[in-house]
């Protein structure tokens, strides 16, 4: 399947578009196709710690380290996407402690990741509402996409104080606002209008979504880009997740017959 990039005009606005999934990677050493974007819900990081007899924070801690490690993975065996699900809209429900510890774990990570995210020519992106966020994280989100956005290599995306239907929700309102100002007719809005407004529109839909921990949901997450995405649910919690677990999920995605909709010709 070939990539399709379209440019959308809505009224005076030029927007790129992906419309479709671009072509795996075939990779020879592990003699199989890899996905082009695959999305995680990074889940069980609260049961490792627990297993452990230890705070919830430090299963958060531990998950923090196993990011940066996989998207080194990631890059090495060819995924040119990666996104994953840190923070929900509906996190702010958690007790005050495990935020505050999750908001320090962002800050110190978003301090170091410039330096690391150059070193291994990597693009790091933000999706998600930023009104709520504190300015200082704000401000270190901004100086990061500034820093790397014309690294070349692994496309990273960091889903953070994200809800997909949050974020459908503002693109039919931003979608609405052009079609009032440009006198444009409710009736050739098409999808690839909204889709130039949601916060993936320079950014392939998944192939592949993995939800470590075993959990079967998908809890509010890229809704709208995962329409044909594959599906696993590894009983893995995620401070645990490595380079194996990865291989094996590939394995999985590889036995997978997509057709998208259509039908496979015998």
Not at 13 to 20: A, K, Q, Y
């Amino acid at each position: 399947m070939k990539a399709v990039t379209d440019a959308i005009h809505i009224g005076d606005s030029l927007f790129c578009v992906n419309r479709e999934a671009q072509l795996d990677t075939f990779n020879e050493k592990l003699g199989m196709n890899v996905p082009n974007h695959i999305a995680i819900i990074l889940d069980g990081n609260g049961r490792w710690a627990k297993k452990r007899m230890m705070p919830r924070n430090f299963g958060h801690s531990q998950g923090c380290k196993v990011i940066e490690q996989t998207c080194r993975d990631m890059d090495a065996i060819g995924v040119k996407y990666f996104t994953i699900y840190v923070f929900s809209t509906e996190n702010w429900k958690r007790s005050e402690s495990e935020v505050t510890g999750l908001m320090k774990l962002l800050r110190n990570y978003l301090t170091d990741c410039i330096k690391r995210s150059n070193k291994d020519n990597m693009r790091v992106r933000i999706l998600g509402r930023r009104d709520e966020l504190a300015q200082d994280i704000v401000d270190k989100i901004d100086e990061l996409e500034e820093a790397t956005k014309n690294n070349t290599g692994l496309n990273f995306q960091i889903a953070l104080n994200y809800g997909s239907r949050d974020e459908i929700t503002r693109a039919v309102r931003e979608l609405t606002k052009e079609c009032i100002e440009k006198g444009i007719d409710p009736d050739t809005i098409t999808e690839d209008m909204i889709s130039a407004h949601l916060d993936t529109r320079d950014i392939p839909d998944p192939d592949f979504l993995i939800r470590t921990s075993g959990e079967k949901r998908i809890s509010n997450y890229l809704l709208w880009q995962c329409a044909y995405s594959e599906f696993d649910f590894p009983e893995v919690l995620w401070p645990d997740f490595n380079m194996d677990y990865l291989i094996e999920e590939i394995r999985k995605y590889n036995k997978r017959d997509r057709r998208f909709g259509g039908v496979k010709e015998e």
